[in-house]
């Protein structure tokens, strides 16, 4: 079985190397090597690392739509799969029609719900009990062709998206191999997804990480799961931006101003939310490592 593989971030890197250790990966095809760091060295992505590790031909076009002639090598390899995880760039329908099995595509959510660039951090933020992973035909929309197979995941109240995160790409893997087994075996069938009421994930960007102190404790603290360990939540204190990676819910009512800080102890910091009191436990002050709020409360104030 000959495999075009395309994906960028540690996400794919399961993924990839369970295709490589089952099958013919014939080429990689990931997103151009980015800037990084103080330094601003020039980084390879993850995937690129291991394709490189496994003498596997990689390719990196800043617009692979109109990259010709990678498009040319793409056919002339006669690919019976092209499989795509977190790859970062729209494919045309020429590219779709490649594969003699098709464009198979690992999407860390259940689909048809959570569409889109973030699913693993939405699913958290908007408190979900079951989220998983969702193999699928490739189609020109986004994350819009059929569903071929699917597999749960429960997520707990206290799991964050880091945790969750780990545990689907580690589980996409298993169903990316069996996807693939099956298609070439001829016994899965392909699903269509309803397209009503579709929740789309968007891409996070920073006014979302800011915490809206008038919404329930609840809700705060699912923002706080779901942006943890990156891009994290934050909240504006005087002149600073504070980040907040863990707070507990306490079964006090708040009493006073929504935001405001009521107290500071050896266990953290006390802030009144829409209803109840909630305890932050971990942050990071700018210019500081994230720690425990107790442990910069023993050396600093918040005047």
């Not at 699917?150 to 109240?157: L, S, T």
Request: net charge neutral.
């Amino acid at each position: 079985m000959n495999i075009i593989f395309m994906g960028t971030p540690d996400f794919s890197v399961v993924s990839l190397k369970s295709l490589i250790a089952k099958y013919n990966v014939e080429m990689v095809i990931t997103q151009p090597d980015k800037k990084k760091g103080r330094g601003k060295k020039l980084s390879m992505s993850p995937v690129k690392e291991i394709a490189l590790e496994n003498n596997i031909e990689v390719f990196q076009p800043i617009k692979i739509r109109q990259d010709n002639e990678l498009i040319e090598k793409m056919k002339n390899s006669n690919p019976d799969f092209i499989v795509v995880v977190a790859f970062g760039q729209i494919l045309s329908k020429e590219i779709l029609d490649i594969p003699k099995f098709g464009c198979i595509n690992l999407h860390a959510s259940l689909l048809p719900d959570y569409r889109g660039a973030a699913p693993i951090n939405w699913a958290v933020i908007n408190g979900e009990k079951v989220t998983g992973n969702t193999t699928m035909f490739m189609a020109e929309g986004l994350d819009t062709g059929d569903m071929l197979l699917k597999d749960e995941v429960i997520i707990d109240e206290e799991m964050n998206f880091g945790d969750l995160y780990d545990i689907l790409k580690t589980k996409g893997a298993d169903l990316l191999v069996k996807t693939l087994d099956g298609l070439y075996k001829n016994n899965i069938v392909p699903v269509a997804q309803n397209k009503d009421d579709v929740f789309y994930a968007k891409m996070i960007n920073k006014d979302l990480c800011y915490i809206d102190w008038d919404k329930s404790a609840k809700d705060i603290k699912n923002l706080v799961r779901g942006l943890n360990p990156a891009p994290a939540a934050r909240t504006r204190y005087k002149d600073d931006t504070i980040k907040i990676f863990k707070i507990e819910i306490l079964e006090k009512q708040s009493k006073g101003k929504s935001g405001e800080i009521i107290k500071l102890d050896k266990d953290g910091i006390y802030v009144n939310s829409k209803d109840n009191i909630i305890l932050i436990k971990e942050i990071q002050i700018p210019g500081k490592k994230r720690m425990e709020t107790s442990e910069y409360l023993r050396g600093h104030s918040l005047d």
